[in-house]
């Protein structure tokens, strides 16, 4: 007997028949939730470089997420951790500083001659995509996201998005993305920025700094979704922050725009009551780190989070996320379709993005 590989007709039917409208999923506006390609496309390509950026735009990504780091000479970088230890070669071409590699340590003309390493299920290629940038793998400075994006969305004809992360609770970091974004031509309301960070008093600043400097772009506080029930059943809903406070909805609101909780957290969870709670006050909800590669998984956990009503989804393979989104199905009709993904991920196969 040939093994099982592909969805069979009858689960392709109920597919179609129980899809829904993306417009009619319960976010805050009413459009489709955006796809934020974490850390670019990084399920594919080495993380934070221009390569896995273009890729996930290639792949319907409507926001690329660029974490910042200092350089030691005052240049902000695309790097997740505070060490350049896991993501590049730099242990083969220097010697520790300070007993380490911290981003911080290190000038960026030094930071350019390194390499960026694939993690994970990530490769150094993808088929059928060619980047376009010259120094595809290499450590990408702010400056060069920006200026990628600029460029894919006049390619694609589309604006992409930015949704840069202050990851060091540093005043100087926080003018220096303003800067950048202000001298690229970014600052009102309506541009397609959300700057984030796990540091509320990073977000308090940049609300007044944005205020001083007359920008009004969207600031997301990150952590945790936390939901308190008192002895009456009456429910109150708070962002926990990750070192032990947590902040009610509607005193945050008074100074973010959106946000950003982690999906997957035990004892966590970004239920839909929790959403509508954040929705009622103008804020969007944002969940992070949407990392499952099977589709089979992949796809009813977009769905769950989808109809609960969630804004947006930070992915680490954003062409699941758009296909997801493509086929979001009746409530009623997420576990029937879950057994058709079944054979649909045995056939699944990296394949080249559109274009």
């Known amino acids: 007997m040939r093994p099982f590989r592909f969805v069979t007709a009858t689960a392709f039917a109920v597919m179609m028949a129980a899809a829904v409208p993306a417009h009619a999923l319960p976010t805050l506006s009413g459009d489709d939730p955006i796809v934020i390609a974490h850390r670019g ?76 390493l694939p993690q994970g299920t990530a490769q150094n290629t993808y088929p059928g995509f060619t980047p376009t940038s010259a120094d595809p793998l290499r450590v990408p400075t702010f400056q060069e996201v920006i200026d990628l994006a600029k460029q894919q969305s006049q390619a694609n004809g589309r604006v992409v998005g930015l949704y840069p992360e202050a990851k060091q609770a540093d005043p100087v970091m926080e003018n220096l993305i303003l800067s950048t974004l202000k001298s690229s031509g970014y600052g009102a309301a309506t541009d397609k920025v959300f700057i984030q960070s796990f540091s509320n008093a990073t977000i308090q600043s940049l609300n007044v700094k944005q205020s001083v400097e007359s920008m009004a772009l969207d600031l997301v506080q990150l952590g945790a979704a936390v939901t308190i029930t008192d002895a009456q059943g009456n429910k109150q809903f708070l962002i926990g922050l990750f070192d032990g406070s947590a902040i009610p909805l509607d005193l945050i609101a008074q100074y973010v725009d959106g946000l950003g909780v982690v999906i997957n957290y035990p004892g966590y969870d970004v239920t839909e009551e929790f959403i509508a709670a954040a929705h ?29 009503g969630m804004d947006g989804v930070f992915s680490n393979y954003p062409d699941l996320a758009v296909r997801a989104l493509a086929s979001v199905p009746a409530p009623g009709a997420v576990g029937l379709l879950g057994i058709g993904l079944v054979g649909l991920a045995a056939a699944h196969r990296r394949r080249a993005p559109r274009a």
């Open 41 to 116: 496309a990084s399920g594919y390509l080495p993380e934070h470089t221009l390569a896995a950026y273009e890729l996930a735009i290639k792949m319907g990504a409507q926001y690329i997420e660029p974490d910042l780091q200092l350089t030691k000479d005052g240049h902000l970088v695309a790097m997740h951790d505070d060490t350049l230890t896991r993501t590049t070669n730099v242990a083969s071409q220097f010697a520790a500083r300070n007993g380490g590699y911290k981003v911080s340590d290190f000038t960026l003309a030094e930071i350019k001659t390194l390499t960026v």
């Open 280 to 308: 009622a006050l103008g804020l969007e909800v944002h969940g992070w780190t949407f990392g499952q590669a099977d589709p089979a998984k992949a796809i009813p956990e977009y769905w769950k989070f989808y109809l609960r």
